[in-house]
């Protein structure tokens, strides 16, 4: 009998005890030998999840028949997902993944106001009374999803960062799983953290630094960045916001300062730009996708090698302060239509359709050497002293005759790990591989570093790390990568900085695994 996932003997302790346990519905084998009771927890259209004396059971409803008031109808049976978290994913990127969704299956996707700012989406197939299926929204902040999901409030968490250790141990406690492991969370879209001013303000850049030194503070006068001689008036999402607790995480907390305490905080982002973009002497930090009518100011660093925010600096990851969008999932069972959904937000037609609605896909595109000229300058310009006229040759004639691909591999600080960003890099260029979509006769995983010690160090890590990258996408590779691509490394250490070495965060753009294709 295969529709129990407990062994026999357990099923008929629990059948005997049965009676001592409160109980709202019964289930029972076709051929009647096996009952199980207890109270119904979910029902996703094939499996029954049912909490009895002896703990929680899983039950495959093809192979059992349900009596007693919580017993769901299986004619007109919906299934229900609860998103929450991320306003800007649940108003913005979630509709449009779900549209392209409901298109490629043949259904109807109707939005229903439910009141608070709270909505779902009836998928409707023809034919049908009852929709197939219902995916309710309750859009806030990031970590409120994490809390609604320990909650049982919600199935799935849209996240605007990656999840916190405090969440990861309540969802594990909670009986959730693992949260940080690599299939527990994948990335929909890509978006980057960017400063924001209005059009008419005369600074055209600002460092990390300075830009750490404003939100603790420490800088609350425009002249103290080029400017006029004005206070600065600081506009943050609010706190709980995956924006700002991605200022928090990847701006303050490197720096070990503290935020300052004159900050206006908005719960919408569209008011925030509305409101900097009014105010010459305001400076904000917003999402590169909803600037707006405010201007971005690009990331400087002390060697004046300046990163701007566009959409292929935040596919490769060159700009620094990208910002993925991420689903994170429980270790529970979803209804098969919410499965189906989850396998669609990876393919290509979801890419497209996250394109449209103004954020940056992770459809792999590939770049000439020829469109790079900034990067090649700064190569020569910034290249550390050890770095030979030869060893540059070499790498403009090694990558001459290539095109870089979008997808590029960065590493936690201090660590070999790959970032959120990379590890889901690694999944995309794997499956890639496997499904022929990168016609390629070669695939070189090529290493660079900082510039922090002796450059013949330095090229030996860079080494390290290609290799590194290539042996994960190998080893997520499902099924087999085509004969004809051949695949290489290679490493040319510090001969081409994307950044200036003088911060952290100008050594962790430098420190990248880059693939390019022939």
Not at 82 to 98: D, N, Q, T, Y
Request: contains cysteine; aromatic residues 6%.
């Amino acid at each position: 009998m295969t529709f129990l996932r407990v062994a026999a003997a357990t099923l008929i302790s629990a059948i005997l005890a049965s009676q001592a346990f409160a109980q709202d519905i019964t289930l029972t084998s076709q051929d009647g030998k096996v009952e199980i009771t207890g109270n119904l927890l979910s029902f996703d259209g094939e499996f029954y999840r049912v909490e009895t004396q002896f703990g929680e059971l899983t039950v495959d409803g093809s192979g059992v028949t349900c009596e007693g008031p919580a017993c769901p109808s299986l004619t007109d049976f919906v299934a229900e997902v609860r998103f929450s978290g991320s306003s800007v994913m649940a108003e913005k990127v979630l509709p449009a993944l779900i549209v392209g969704f409901a298109q490629q299956e043949g259904l109807s996707a109707t939005p229903q106001p439910l009141g608070a700012g709270a909505f779902a989406y009836d998928l409707h197939k023809t034919g049908r009374d009852a929709p197939l299926g219902r995916f309710y929204f309750s859009p806030g902040n990031t970590g409120g999803g994490f809390t609604d999901l320990v909650a049982d409030r919600a199935d799935i968490v849209m996240a605007l960062r990656e999840i916190r250790p405090s969440e990861q141990e309540a969802a594990q406690t909670a009986g959730l799983g693992d949260l940080a492991k690599a299939r527990r969370s994948r990335v929909i879209a890509l978006d980057a953290l960017v400063p924001i001013v209005a059009r008419d303000n005369p600074v055209r850049q600002i460092s990390p630094a300075d830009l750490v030194r404003v939100l603790s503070g420490e800088i609350d006068n425009w002249f103290d960045l080029g400017g006029p001689d004005a206070p600065v008036s600081l506009h943050l999402p609010d706190a709980g916001s995956g924006l700002a607790q991605g200022v928090e995480d990847r701006l303050l907390a490197p720096a070990q300062a503290t935020l300052a305490q004159d900050v206006v905080r908005y719960s919408r982002s569209s008011d925030l730009v509305h409101a900097v973009s009014d105010d010459p002497f305001a400076i904000g930090i917003a999402s590169h996708a909803e600037v707006g009518a405010a201007r971005a100011l690009p990331l400087s660093g002390g060697c004046g090698h300046a990163l701007v925010a566009t959409r292929q600096s935040i596919k490769t990851e060159d700009y620094p302060l990208t910002s993925p969008m991420f689903l994170y999932l429980p270790e529970i069972r979803l209804p098969r239509i919410a499965r189906q959904f989850l396998a669609y937000t990876q393919s290509a037609e979801a890419q497209m359709a996250i394109r449209k609605a103004g954020f940056v896909d992770q459809e792999p595109e590939t770049m000439r050497i020829g469109l790079q000229g900034d990067r090649l300058a700064n190569a020569v310009v910034s290249g550390g002293p050890e770095v030979g006229l030869e060893e540059l040759q070499r790498m403009i004639n090694t990558l001459r005759p290539k095109s870089r691909l979008s997808l590029s591999f960065r590493f936690e600080a201090g660590s070999s790990r790959p970032d959120a960003q990379s590890r889901s890099n690694i999944r995309q260029l794997a499956q890639a591989l496997e499904s022929g979509a990168i016609d390629a006769r070669k695939l070189t995983f090529v290493g660079f570093s900082d510039g922090d010690g002796a450059a013949s160090a330095n090229a030996r890590i860079a080494m390290l790390r290609a290799r590194t990258v290539r042996n994960a996408v190998i080893a997520a590779v499902e099924t087999a990568i085509p004969d004809s691509i051949e695949i290489a490394v290679d490493a040319f250490g510090e001969a081409m900085p994307m950044a200036c070495d003088d911060t952290e965060w100008g050594r962790k753009v430098n420190r990248r695994v880059e693939v390019w294709v022939q």
